[in-house]
């Protein structure tokens, strides 16, 4: 059992920046994928971003590249989430997900059917 708990959601303007957090609990961190996904009422969740378990390798998707950045603290169990240039289309619930199991020869999990646990979201609104 992976426990996730976000943090650090909230009001920016356009423009500005946030970090999100999500400290994990319950099992070795170490070898943990950690994913992030946002979802807004009526689509479906969508890809951010992950850092690997393997070698803290990072994969974006292509409408954060550049702004977005994925970081991890083994030794806090916890990943982060920064986020620059933020656009009034960011505004999401924000969620942390973890992978447990992967093989360091399968690619990085970027499909939420693949995490296996998940935090309960966190607010982000930005505001043009």
């Known amino acids: 059992q992976v426990q996730l708990v976000e943090s650090g959601g909230g009001l920016v303007q356009a423009g500005g920046s946030l970090r999100l957090s999500c400290a994990a609990s319950?099992?070795?961190?170490?070898?943990?994928?950690m994913g992030w996904f946002r979802q807004v009422p009526g689509k479906e969740r969508e890809f951010v971003g992950v850092i690997t378990w393997s070698d803290g390798g990072t994969l974006y998707a292509e409408s954060v590249k550049g702004r977005f950045t994925i970081s991890r603290d083994n030794a806090k169990n916890t990943v982060y989430l920064q986020m620059n240039s933020l656009k009034p289309e960011d505004t999401a619930v924000y969620y942390c997900?973890?992978?447990?199991?992967?093989?360091?020869?399968?690619?990085?999990?970027?499909?939420?059917?693949?995490?296996?646990?998940w935090g309960q979201g966190t607010q982000v609104t930005v505001s043009s």
């Open positions: 997900a973890a992978k447990t199991g992967r093989s360091m020869w399968n690619p990085p999990p970027t499909l939420s059917y693949e995490y296996d646990y």
């Open positions: 319950g099992r070795t961190f170490s070898s943990i994928d």
